[in-house]
C-alpha cells in the first residue's frame, strides 16, 4: 500500500452528503506500470469491462432506457463494481459513455435497440454548430457523471483504482456529424475536407470541454483518464496529425495543467487510438504515459516505434476469448512475453464483445498474472 487517504475535495458540483476523503488504495500496480514503475506482475483491466457479455448487467439494465442508466449515479456503481466482484481485475472503469458530451452540448441522443446510439439532429453543416451549448454549459450537465465517480470510488473502498474517461475530440466529432455508428465514417470525413476550418471549430469545442470534463472527473475521484480515439483508423496518417493528432495533445496538456491549478493530483493518462498503429510513435509523444494498442500490431513493434520508453497496454484480440482455454493461456503467454512484464498493462485490443463467454475473461485475467508472476521470478 502506497498511497494514503486521499484528501481530494468533492468539487464545484460535491454532494455534501458524501464525505470528501477517499478510502486508501490496497491495490496500486495499475497505477505503478502506468507511471512506468516496477511491478511484481502485470496489471490487467478489460475496455468495456462493465458490460453486456455478463448476466447481471442484462439484468441490472433490463428495461431501462442507456442513457437514463447513465444518468443515475447508484446504478454506475453498480454496474462498474460487477466485474470486480466476478474477476481478479487491477483497475475498475467507470460505467459511463463517450457520448455524454456532445448530449451536454445540447445534441439529443437516444439508444435504438438494434441500430446503437442515435442523434435525432446530426450536425449536417457548419450552421448547424450555432445550435451546440458552451463548453461551459456542457461542464455543469455532466455533473451526474461526477456524483458516479465520487460514489463509486467510496464503494471500492480502495479496492482497485478508478479509471474515468472520454471519447477523443474527433471520435466524438464522428458521431455528432454521422448521427450515430458508421463503417466509414465518410460524412464525418467529409467535412474535414469540406469545412476544414469549421471542423477545426468543432473540434476547438470538444477539446474544450473535454478538457474541463476530464479535470472535474479527477475532482470527483477518477485516479486514472483513458482518451477514446475509436476511429482513428478511418483518417489515415495524414488526416489524423492534421486534425486529431493535435487535439489529443491539447488534451493532456491542459488537463494536466488543470489539474495543477485546481490543486488536484496529477494521475496517468492514457490515449487509444483504434486502428491508428501508423500513430504510435507520435502519441508516445503527445504527452500521455499510456499508449493503448489494438491487436493488429505486433508487441515488438508497438515496443519499437514507442521507443521502448513508455508504458504499452492492450493488446489481445476480443475474438481469443471464444477459444479454448489451453489456446486462450497459450496466446496470453505470448502476448506477455512479447511485451515484457514492465511498463505493461494487459488488455484486449478493444471492448469485450457482448456474447463473450465470462469465463473467458477469467482466463484471460488469472493468466496474466501467473504468467507475468513467473516470468518475473525467472528473471529476478
Ligand atoms: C455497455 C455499453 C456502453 N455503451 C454502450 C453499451 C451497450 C448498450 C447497453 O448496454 O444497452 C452503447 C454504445 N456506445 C457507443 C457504441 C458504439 C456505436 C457505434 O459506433 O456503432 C455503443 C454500442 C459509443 C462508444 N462508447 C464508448 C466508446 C469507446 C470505446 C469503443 O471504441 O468501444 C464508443 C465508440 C465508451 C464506453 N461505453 C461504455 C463504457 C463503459 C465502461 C466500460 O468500459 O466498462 C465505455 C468505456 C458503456
Redesign the pocket.
Known sequence: MTEQADMSTCGQHGNPDVPDVFPALKNDTFLRAARGEATSYVPVWC??????YLPE?RMK?AGQD?FETCRNPAACCELTLQPLRRFDLDAA???????VVPQALGMDAE?IPGK??TFKQPLEEPSHLQRLLSPHAARSALFYVHDALRLTRHQLDGLVPLIG?A?APW?LMC?MVEG??STTMSRAKRWLYQYPEESHNLLKILTDTVVEYLVDQVSAGAQALQL?E?HAGCLGPSLFMEFALPCLKDVARRVQNGLRQADLPAVPMIVFA?DGHFSLQELSQAGYDVVGVDWTVRPELARELTGGKITLQGNLDPCALYAPKEVLEKKVNKMVSEFGTQRYIANLG??IYPDAPPEGLGTFVDAVHAISRSLNACTN
Do not use: V
Not at 472503469?93 to 457520448?99: A, G, N
Open positions: 475496455m468495456r469491462q462493465a458490460g453486456r448487467f439494465r442507456f472503469i467507470i460505467f459511463s459513455d463517450i457520448l439508444m446503437g446510439p474517461f471519447g471520435t458521431y450515430g455508428g477514446f475509436s483504434k478493444h471492448g
